[in-house]
């Protein structure tokens, strides 16, 4: 196989990937199923990835650099506290939503080793400093990352307990996905309130 080949048939295989980890989850996927919906045979898959996890591992840390890459360019972005909090919190509502897997990811994978995590996806403690440090000089305070963690808290635990939520709630994936629009927009009016 050409070069060009082996990286349409990679992209394939993760484009299939993608789609059935976000359909079923990471235990309801299985790798016949990413092979038959790549339109390739379960050997090619391992060929390119060894295995499920793998393949979920790359996907995963690919979806967490483009959801950081996303965050660091608002964190970046000249613009007041009120414009950035709510493009925080659109930015992880739109990964999420493509990707409710990440968040368990991202959970497990800084638990077994915080450190390793943050190489894998070139995280550094400059990451939230502009963000955290407009915080502290605007609003003269000394809890910017309180505040940062709370606009953190409010829009990834829902996806966390999205399950445990929508047996408790009677909710349906239609109505889950309208309680998260409803909390697009109330989180950064919450986060206000709170400043």
């Given at each position: ?84 909090i709510?493009s ?27 450190t ?38 409010l ?15 009677d ?15 109330l ?9």
């Open positions: 196989m050409s070069e060009q080949q082996d990286i349409k048939t990679e992209e394939k295989i993760k484009n299939a990937a993608l789609k059935l980890f976000y359909k079923n989850g990471f235990a309801g996927t299985k790798t016949r199923d990413i092979a038959e919906e790549a339109g390739i045979n379960i050997a090619l898959l391992n060929y390119y990835f060894r295995s499920k996890e793998k393949l979920f591992e790359i996907i995963m840390e690919e979806s967490l650099q483009k959801m950081f890459t996303g965050v660091k360019n608002v964190f970046n972005k000249p613009s007041n506290i009120d414009e950035k709510k925080i919190v659109d930015n992880y509502i739109e990964n999420l939503r493509i990707n409710p897997n990440l968040p368990l990811f991202v959970l497990s994978a800084i638990q077994a080793d915080a390793g995590f943050m190489k894998k996806t070139h995280l550094s403690k400059d990451f939230i400093s502009p963000f955290f440090n407009q915080i502290k000089e605007e609003l003269q305070t000394e809890n910017a990352l309180q505040i940062i963690l709370n606009i953190l808290a829009t990834i635990f829902p996806f966390i307990a999205k399950p445990l939520w929508l047996i408790l709630s909710m349906n994936d239609e109505q889950f996905t309208d309680f998260i629009e409803e909390r697009r927009k989180i950064p009016a919450w986060i206000k309130t709170m400043l």
